[in-house]
C-alpha cells in the first residue's frame, strides 16, 4: 500500500463496504498494551497476503489508538510507504509461489538499522481468524469453512467472510524488537532469515494453539513420492516405454499422487464429527461399542491398521467418527476412486480418505506410487483404514479377502520394520443397513448401480424410517510382526528393499487375509434382526406365531449364552419377547391377528431383505445347526460318528463361512455344543448315543428349524458334488462346473421355494471348487479338467444321507444327471 491519495481511498472503500457485514474484536489485547513501547515505530507481520485481513487489522489498529499499518512510517532517514509487510509472498498469476525471498520492507528495515546503532523498529506479528475455533464451533457449515492449514483460494477466503466474518478475531502478538535481533552481529543476510524464522515459528504455534495441529501432510507428501528410488526407477522406465520425457513421466507420477493422496485437515474432522452426530441421532437410536479398550491399549507406539468388515458405505464415516469421539486419530481410509465424485470426494478426501483404482495391471509407474504413499503412512505412524472384502457385501456374509492392501502391508513392513505394525479387525452391525433398498434389487438379480452424487438425497428420503441400533465391535488384534513368526519364521533376515518381493508372499498374505476374516467374524454383534430372520427363514412359509417364535428366540439366545462364539461376540439384551417387539417396531415383519393370537411373518419384500441380516450371523449358527442336521435323517448317532462326519464337512464351512476353530480344537467345541443341545431338550444323551426327540414333539420342531440355518450351505455341496460324479472323471473344468452349479440351483429354487438369492452365488460355488482342490479331493489334469478322489461318492452321499431330506437328495440327483447328459453334449 503507497503513499498514493487514490490507492488509499480505494483501500478505505474497501474496508468500509468489508465492516457492512463483518464484525471484529481484538483478543489478548491488555498483555499486548503492556509489552509494546509506543515511542518506537511499529510495523505488522501478517503471514501471507490478503486485503481483507489487512483491512481487519487496520479496523482494529484504528479501535485500540494504535498506529495504523497502511500509513506511512519513519525510520531514522528511511520513509517505509505502509507499516505492513507481508511474511511469505503471494502466488503470481500463474500460481506459482516462491517462499525463498524477503519481504522488501524487512531487508530495508534491517539495513537501516545496521547502519544506524541509534534506530529501533517493533515488528508485531498479527493473526487473523475468521470464526471461531473449531475445538468449540458446533455450527457444521461454519465449520466446513473455518480456517485450516490447507492452502486457502480467494473464493474460499470470500465464502469464509461470508460465513464467519461476524466473529473475526485479531490477535497481536508480542512486539519483536529488531534492534536486539541487529545488535547479534551476524550480518545482513542471516539477521534477515533469523527474522523470518522467528516469525514464521510464532505463527505456526499460535495457529496450532486455535485451530489445532497441522496434521495435513498432502502439500509436502506428494512432491516427496517422486523422490522415492522405487518411484523414480518407475519413472525412468515409463519415459523408456511411452518414449517420452523424465519431465513428462515424471508430471504423470504427481498426477497420480494427487489423484490418490488424502488432503487431511483437523476442520473437516470436526465438521464431519458435527454433522454425524446430527446423522446418527437422526437415524440411529444409538451406536454400541465394544472392545475400544484394547486397541486404546495398542495403539500407542504401533502403527495400526483397522481392518472392518464392509457392509454400507457411511462404515467410512462410522468407524472415524468413534474413533475421534473416543480420543483416537481417526485413520486415513482407503477409498475406491468410484467415490471421488465432485463435492462427496473432496470432503471425504479431507476427512482422511485417499484414493485407489480398482486395478493397478499394466500401469507399474501408479502401483509405485499408491506403493510408496502407503509406505509414507506406515513409516509415519498414521493409522490406516482398508477393507479386505474389497467392496461392500451384498449378500450381508463376510467376502473373500482380496489380499493386495495386505500384500503392500507387509512388502512396507519387510522394508522397514521399525514402527510394530497391528490390525485391529472391525465388525460394524446394524440392525437396518442405510442401503437396503439398493441391496434388495441386487439379491434380486438387478446389475450393482454406479455411485452417485445424487445418491445423497436418497439418504434424506430414508429417514422416515426407523434404523434402530448400530454396533461396533473390536476384535483381537493382529500382531504383524508374531503373525510372520508363525507363518516364515526367518522372515526379520530378509534384505530391507523397496522391490524386494519373497516368495513366501502370496501364501503368506492369503493366510493372513483368512485370519483378518475370522477375526471380524469372531467379534460378531448379533442383534435382534439377526435372530428373528435366522428363526423365520427357517420355516417353510416364514411365519409363525407369536408364542411359538418367542420359543425359538428364547432357545438361540440360551445356545449362545451358554456356548459363545468368542469373548469379543455380543449379544442382544433381553428376551424373545422384547426381540420381537423391537423388530415389529422397526417395520421388518408383519403381523396378522385371530382369535388364537397374533401370526407373525415374513411379506416377500423383507423376506428377500432378511437374508441379509440372517447372512450377518450365520457363521455363528454354522457348527450347532450342522449338529442338529444329523438328526433330521437319524433318530441316533454316537458321538464318533458325529465327530466323524463333523471333521468331514467342517473344511468346507470354514471356508465359506471363516469359522474360529481350527480342526485341531473341533472336538472339545462339538462336545460343548452337544451339551448344549442336551440341556435345551433338543438331544438325549443315553448310554453313549445321543438321540433325537419324538418327530411329533416340541423340541424336535425346534430342532429342525435350528437345522435349516445352514441347510441350503450344504444342499450346494451336494450339488457341486453330484454334478461332478455324473459328469465323470476329467470331465469338467472348474468354470464349466461352476457354471452348471449356478444353473442347477436357480432350478431347484423355483422347485423348492428357497427365497434366497445367495443360494445361486456363483462366487460361493467357486470358493467350494477352490476348497475341494485345497483339500485334495479334487484335482486338474494338465487340460484343467477336474479329477476327483475314487472315494468322493461313497463319502458324498453318505455324508449327504445324513445332513439332507430325502426328497432334497433325490431332486438332486436328478437334476444333475438331466445337466450332466447336457453336458456331455455339449463337450
Known sequence: MGPSPLRRMLFGGLRRLLYVWVRSETINQSSFNLELDRRRPVFYALPSPSLSELAVLDHECSKAGLPRPVLPVAVG???EPAAFFYLTPGPDWLGRQDKRGAPPALERLVSVLGEDAAQDAQIIPVSVFWGQSPASESSPWKLLFADSWAVTGRLRRLVSILILGRKTRVQFSAPIHLRELVQ????????????QRLLRVHFRHLKTAVIGPDISHRRHLVKGLVH???VREAIASQAQRENVSVEKAQAKALHYGNEIASDYTYTAIRFLEVVLSWFWNKIYDGIKVNNLEGVQ???????????????SHIDYLLLSYLLFRNGLTPPHIAAGINLNMPVIGSLLRRGGAFFMRRTFKGNPLYTAVFNEYLHTLFSKGFPVEYFVEGGRSRTGRMLQPKTGMLAITVRSFLRSS???VVFVPVYIGYERVLEGRTYLGELRGASKKKESIFDIFKVFGALKQRFGQVAVNFGEPIRLAQFLDGQQPGWRDQPQAADFKPAWLNAATQQLGLSVARRINEAAAINPVNLVATALLATSRLALDERALTRVLDLYLGLLRQ??????????EGDGKALIDHVLGMNLLSEQSDALGRILYLDEQ????????RNNVLHIFALPSLLACFFQSTSRM?????????????PYLQAELFLRWEVQALDEVVDQWLLALVEQGLLRYDNGVYLRPAPSSRHFVLLTLLSRAIAQTLQRFYMATSLLLNSGQDSLDAQALENLCVVMAQRLSILHGLNAPEFFDKSLFRHFIQTLLEQGVLRRNEDGRLGYHPALGELAEGAAKRVLPAEIRLSIRQVALHRGDEAEVVI
Open 184 to 195: 547479534q552481529n551476524k550480518g545482513h543476510e542471516r539477521t534477515v532469515r533469523m527474522t
Open 77 to 79: 532517514g528511511l520513509m
Open 638 to 650: 454316537s458321538r464318533e460318528q458325529i465327530l466323524r462326519y463333523t471333521r468331514a464337512l467342517y
Open 297 to 311: 491399549q495398542v495403539a500407542q507406539g504401533h502403527e495400526i491398521i483397522y481392518v472392518p468388515c464392509h457392509r
Open 563 to 572: 456356548v459363545p462364539y468368542s469373548p469379543h461376540t455380543t449379544l442382544p
Open 606 to 613: 423383507h423376506a428377500v431383505l432378511m437374508t441379509y441380516y
Open 418 to 420: 521399525g514402527m510394530p
Open 228 to 230: 522415492a528410488p522405487q
